[in-house]
């Protein structure tokens, strides 16, 4: 059955846990104040963040304290226009949207450390918890955001259940809307419409078209709104046609970067970014790209296979390894699996041939190989803790050509069956 990917699914919502007051003016202009009293928590430090984007995410510290004996905490910073702020805490992940001048006391749920396994796995995602307000006030930023996705959700079902066009997308829009005639929340604004654009790609490509006209087009990017981020990522993320998007010279730039980071477009479209904060976004994709460039280090000096051995690059008779990040439940995986053991026969002495399994148990990875004898190294991603970061990995496939000295030597290579060395 097809889900919706809204916001709520974006962030990973599972649950409305904490509780916050909100609407006491900061005590500095431009300024909001996060206080509480947790005992669960004492002597853990909460880190209040935020990310500058969803194409090269980098977190901005904005506020950090240690909880008191008593559990009393404090993060105050400088905030002059809506954020969408997060704290890591153990097991959860918190979420809050933070208007400026305003002070939240917020009551955390019950501490809950994370598990060795959980703190080993590079791809364990914490549960996250949206803010649930007690008496807020009627325009509160969280309160209309958890209204409005509600309404959402009603529209989503309608939609799918009775295999809905896009003309009753229309009708139940303007259903939406006309709740919210008279809301001069522009965040808030921003943060309907682009819902509304992630909503239309339920409708294949005439929905995506639709929503880039009526809703991306027109407007600026929300670097700060994740609604903004849901759709450019759901919308964008395989569009090849980014001319199209030309008229709105910033959100171009944005498609353009989206697409050198997925490999569709080659570096150099970096070097025409010219608007200040896509132009920061590239700076950052450019070093990135730098980590995997040809004849840079890995950054990791071995691997370890399901069998626990140390698989050292140097340890490897053959010159070159040819690395592929799979997953068993990839049917491209399986392909791989088989195309890698027919080149094994054939490059034997100049390839060695790794395969890496990302975010699978060992019971399936060797499910998955039992049929593949002939290729002799095989990983998991919970042994091998690091090798998401060097490889920049976001999901698998991917697939690299490394030297026995540890250095990319193709980056990335071709799949298998279309390798030829």
């Not at 209040?48 to 980098?58: F, K, V």
């Not at 954020?83 to 001048?101: A, P, T």
């Not at 040819?322 to 439940?329: D, E, K, M």
Request: with cysteine; net charge negative; glycine share 6%.
């Amino acid at each position: 059955m097809l889900e919706r990917i809204g916001i709520l699914k974006y962030i990973g919502h599972t649950a409305l846990l904490l509780c916050l007051l909100a609407g006491i003016n900061a005590p500095r202009l431009s300024a909001a104040t996060i206080s509480g009293k947790a005992p669960d928590y004492a002597g853990q430090e909460l880190l209040l963040y935020t990310e500058s984007d969803a194409i090269i995410p980098r977190l901005i510290e904005l506020a950090s304290d240690t909880v008191d004996a008593d559990g009393s905490f404090l993060l105050s910073f400088d905030c002059d226009s809506t954020l969408f702020c997060k704290c890591d805490l153990g097991f959860y992940r918190g979420c809050i949207f933070v208007e400026s001048n305003k002070n939240y006391k917020i009551n955390l749920p019950p501490y809950k450390p994370l598990t060795e396994s959980e703190n080993l796995n590079p791809y364990f995602v914490p549960e996250t918890i949206l803010l649930s307000i007690d008496n807020p006030d009627n325009d509160d930023i969280n309160l209309l955001v958890a209204s409005f996705e509600d309404k959402l959700d009603s529209l989503w079902n309608r939609l799918l259940f009775n295999y809905g066009t896009t003309e009753d997308f229309d009708r139940f829009y303007g259903d939406i809307e006309s709740a919210y005639r008279n809301c001069g929340n522009g965040y808030f604004n921003d943060y309907r419409k682009f819902s509304y654009a992630q909503l239309l790609r339920y409708f294949g490509d005439r929905g995506r078209d639709m929503a880039i006209s009526m809703f991306l087009l027109p407007g600026t990017p929300g670097y700060s709104n994740p609604a903004f981020w849901a759709a450019f990522s759901s919308l964008l993320e395989d569009f090849r046609f980014i001319e199209y998007l030309k008229p709105n010279r910033e959100l171009y730039e944005l498609a353009a970067i989206l697409n050198v980071a997925n490999g569709h477009l080659g570096e150099n479209y970096l070097d025409s970014v010219s608007i200040d904060r896509p132009r920061k976004i590239a700076a950052a994709l450019k070093q990135e790209l730098r980590k995997t460039a040809e004849g840079n280090d890995v950054g990791i000096p071995y691997l370890i296979n399901l069998a626990n051995d140390t698989l050292r690059w140097t340890d490897f008779h053959e010159p070159y390894i040819y690395l592929c990040f799979a997953n068993s439940g990839l049917k491209e995986s399986l392909s791989d699996l088989d195309f890698a053991g027919r080149l094994k026969a054939r490059w034997k002495r100049n390839f060695a041939f790794v395969f890496v399994f990302m975010s699978d148990s060992k019971e399936k990875i060797s499910a998955a190989c039992s049929n593949y004898p002939q290729i002799e190294y095989i990983c998991s991603s919970e042994d091998n803790p690091g090798i998401g970061k060097a490889f920049r990995l976001k999901t698998p496939p991917a697939y690299f050509v490394i030297t026995n000295t540890g250095k990319f030597e193709i980056s990335p290579a071709p799949v298998p069956a279309y390798f030829e060395p």
